[in-house]
């Protein structure tokens, strides 16, 4: 069974920067994408970013231009820096893999707590 073991969030304040990281218990390179998710109070999880093997990451229209994603698949690994942190940003981040094909696997860590506030 794969793990996923994040480090990284806390209290920040508004404005502020925080870097999450995820480490996978198997090669990154068996992942067909490694990505973010967080999930607010009230609210569903949802994608911030994700990063396949090959191209381009995704990033949430919301955190476009402050969020940056970056995997290493030698170090199994999947990082998100987080700028210019907004209140908004507020939630439980999930380190999530995928590998397979379809009906894919999904793996997820035990999720992190962010809290942006003055």
């Known amino acids: 069974q794969v793990q996923l073991v994040e480090s990284g969030g806390g209290l920040v304040q508004p404005g502020g920067s925080l870097g999450l990281s995820c480490r996978a218990s198997?090669?990154?390179?068996?992942?067909?994408?490694m990505a973010w998710y967080r999930q607010s109070p009230g609210k569903q999880r949802e994608l911030v970013a994700a990063k396949g093997r090959y191209g381009s990451p995704n990033y949430a229209d919301s955190v476009k231009g402050r969020f940056t994603i970056s995997r290493d698949n030698p170090k199994n690994t999947v990082s998100l820096q987080m700028n210019s942190l907004k209140p908004e940003d507020t939630a439980v981040y999930y380190c999530n893999a995928q590998s397979g094909t379809s009906p894919y696997t999904n793996y997820w860590g035990q999720g992190t707590q962010v809290t942006v506030s003055s």
């Open positions: 198997e090669s990154g390179f068996s992942f067909n994408t």
